[in-house]
């Protein structure tokens, strides 16, 4: 069975203190809106990189694809996302 939004939101959060947590898709496909004050000082490489820790085996086993817009408390206020 594939996992849907909410399942990948429940992953993530799991593992990413997030104050902003918005994922959409199909089973297969998903986007992600995350904001996360671990996300400061980061690289957008490193903030995908904590994103991909937090799901762990689920983005090899059972996401195929997730595209993500990862930003800081402050770059969301700003209307960066």
Do not use: N, W
């Amino acid at each position: 069975m594939d996992p849907t939004p909410q399942d990948i939101e429940r992953y993530i959060a799991a593992g990413l203190e997030c104050q902003v947590l918005e994922v959409g898709g199909d089973g297969r496909h998903f986007q992600a809106l995350i904001v996360s004050q671990r996300f400061e000082g980061l690289r957008p490489i490193q903030r995908h990189q904590l994103v991909y820790k937090a799901l762990g085996e689920r983005m090899r086993e059972e996401i195929h694809a997730l595209s993500m817009r990862t930003l800081t408390p402050a770059e969301h206020a700003a209307g960066a996302g």
